[in-house]
T-cell receptor, first 113, second 113 residues
Framework: KAGVTQTPRYLIKTRGQQVTLSCSPISGHRSVSWYQQTPGQGLQFLFEYFSETQRNKGNFPGRFSGRQFSNSRSEMNVSTLELGDSALYLC????????????FGQGTRLTVV | AQKVTQAQTEISVVEKEDVTLDCVYETRDTTYYLFWYKQPPSGELVFLIRRNSFDEQNEISGRYSWNFQKSTSSFNFTITASQVVDSAVYFCALSEAGDKIIFGKGTRLHILP
């Protein structure tokens, strides 16, 4: 059974640009969550999608957005990139049932210069 | 509001020693779930265990054991006879019923040969 796949693995962008990250969850999983990991703030929840609907949202500015497709694949987009957006972005998939464990991808490391 | 505190930022022990990683949580819900994840240098978070709030039984899995105590809101993780391969960052996490998983800041564990 394939795990969670995130693409690309590494990305370098300049300030002001926008970026789109992709996540393919484990087959059969309907929930996809996104997290931002930085040395200073740790793992911070961005948002969760379940059956194409945003179910939960963290405290991030509107520049961060996401969506989920009918095949459960998800994308997150960051517009008008800032230096502080440099981070490891992790995607997690789960069945979406209350209390289910989440399985994580290897992440996309975004560097904003 | 839910919160997870891992007071130990970094721990170093010599191989074969036992080590306990502390986790204290805060929640107002009576139904919640606790998790431990391991993050090796590769970056991918690896699921270790899930516990629901109604099951206070301790669990042992090989060299790993977990002590869940609702009276002290703690969910501690012990590695017995540590090995170099156990070196990683370990995260404790909490999910209130139907809500997102939030993570503690993590404990970086160094196992010295």
């Amino acid at each position: 059974k394939a795990g969670v796949t995130q693409t690309p693995r590494y990305l370098i962008k300049t300030r002001g640009q926008q970026v789109t990250l992709s996540c393919s969850p484990i087959s059969g999983h309907r929930s996809v969550s996104w997290y931002q990991q930085t040395p200073g703030q740790g793992l911070q929840f961005l948002f969760e999608y379940f059956s194409e609907t945003q179910r939960n949202k963290g405290n991030f500015p509107g520049r961060f957005s996401g969506r989920q497709f009918s095949n459960s694949r998800s994308e997150m987009n960051v517009s008008t990139l800032e230096l502080g957006d440099s981070a490891l972005y992790l995607c997690a998939s789960s069945l979406g049932i209350m209390g289910n464990e989440a399985f994580f991808g290897q992440g996309t490391r975004l560097t904003v210069v | 509001a839910q919160k997870v505190t891992q007071a130990q930022t970094e721990i170093s022990v010599v191989e074969k020693e036992d080590v306990t990683l502390d986790c204290v949580y805060e929640t107002r819900d009576t139904t919640y779930y606790l998790f431990w994840y391991k993050q090796p240098p590769s970056g991918e978070l690896v699921f270790l265990i899930r516990r629901n709030s109604f099951d206070e039984q301790n669990e042992i899995s090989g060299r790993y054991s977990w002590n869940f105590q609702k009276s002290t809101s703690s969910f501690n993780f012990t590695i017995t006879a540590s090995q170099v391969v156990d070196s990683a960052v370990y995260f404790c996490a909490l999910s209130e019923a139907g809500d997102k998983i939030i993570f503690g800041k993590g404990t970086r564990l160094h196992i010295l040969p």
